[in-house]
């Protein structure tokens, strides 16, 4: 089993003290040499500029591999393709391709009068443009909104077709699950590498909210050992073990790259990278 290679998605951050912590995330994950970090778009388009300013400055500093999120919310096609534009020219290659969500409040998904319908049809115009390495998000325990995880499946193949080179995982808990997932795309003649997307529990309470939300399955055994682990001050530890233990399995079933989701907090990730063997590379300008 090799060392696998590991990418990390951040935020954008939206006051001064999240600067800084986005700072600190980059500076603490950059030595595990991430073949690319991506910086998320505000759900509702929200973080338009701030996405903008963090992929950019993250670009110019760190050297680091950037792909910035891009969705097909609030929008119009040109306003959308201007924004894919601009980041081709700071030298920004790669572009996470969504739908995106409805603001808040509002009554799910409804396409901009002159914008993109659909992530498809997004993914297709920047393909067009010849300028980005696309990768789109996928659903090992299917999108809820999709009817069945057979037309889910048939839908990231559309993607994919569409010119998207990889899908990047919501986030799961059992490896089985990323495994029945990945054969089931195989099957429906998709060839495309799959990353799974891991999330190193940082918030008990914040990942329930959001796993419900997002139709992800938490395993009982993991609800009983954070409420012990909650009682006891050791969540952390906790959360590094299991994190740990679902990369391990994945690793030991074929896969090779791990995508985390690192809510501007680094330890975790940087604490199960290092389990897992991917230790800081140096680089040469430090040895020079
Ligand atoms: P799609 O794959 O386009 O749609 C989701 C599912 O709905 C499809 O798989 C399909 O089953 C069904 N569907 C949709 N359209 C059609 C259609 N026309 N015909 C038939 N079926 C259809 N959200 C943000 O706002 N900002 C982000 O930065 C962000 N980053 C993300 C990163 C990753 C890795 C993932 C997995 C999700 C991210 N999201 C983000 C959340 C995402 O925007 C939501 O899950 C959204 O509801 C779906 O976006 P998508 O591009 O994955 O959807």
């Known amino acids: ?37 991506s910086v998320t778009y505000g759900a509702g388009g ?21 792909a910035a999120h891009l969705t ?17 020219q700071e030298g920004v290659r790669e572009i996470v391709a969504l739908r995106g969500d ?20 997004l993914i297709g115009a920047l393909a067009d443009t010849g300028k980005f390495n696309i990768r789109v998000g996928a659903y090992p325990e299917k999108h809820p909104e999709a009817a069945d ?15 998207a080179t990889s899908a990047i995982t919501q986030f799961f808990f059992e490896a089985d699950t990323f495994f029945r ?34 139709g992800t399955t938490i395993p009982q055994v993991v609800t009983d050992a954070f409420e012990h682990a909650t009682r006891d001050g050791t969540t952390d530890l906790l959360a590094t073990a299991l994190a740990t233990e679902l990369c391990d ?4 079933g074929g896969v090779d790259h791990l995508h985390f989701y690192t809510l501007n907090r680094p330890e975790l990730t940087r604490d199960v990278c290092h389990a897992l063997g991917v230790t800081p590379k140096g680089r040469l300008q430090n040895v020079a």
């Open 249 to 252: 399995d994945l690793l030991q």
């Open 181 to 214: 997932f990945r054969d089931a795309c195989v099957k429906a003649g998709i060839d495309a590498p799959i990353l799974p997307g891991i999330l190193p529990i940082e918030n008990w309470a914040g990942t329930q909210r959001f796993a419900k939300m997002c």
């Open 149 to 163: 995880q057979a037309a889910d499946i048939a839908f990231l193949k559309r993607k994919i077709d569409a010119g």
């Open 102 to 121: 409805a603001p808040k409040g509002s009554d799910g998904f409804k396409p901009h009068a002159e914008g993109f319908a659909s992530s498809v049809e």
């Open 46 to 66: 929200t973080t338009r500029k701030l996405t903008h300013e963090a992929v950019g400055t993250i670009h110019r500093t760190s050297g680091l591999n950037v």
């Open 1 to 37: 089993m090799s060392t696998p290679s590991v990418s990390f998605e951040f935020f954008p951050p939206k006051s001064l003290e999240g600067s800084f912590r986005l700072w600190d995330c980059v500076n603490v994950l950059a030595p595990l040499d991430p073949t690319f970090v």
């Open 72 to 88: 097909c919310v609030d929008a119009t096609k040109a306003e959308t393709l201007e924004i894919a534009d601009g980041y081709a």
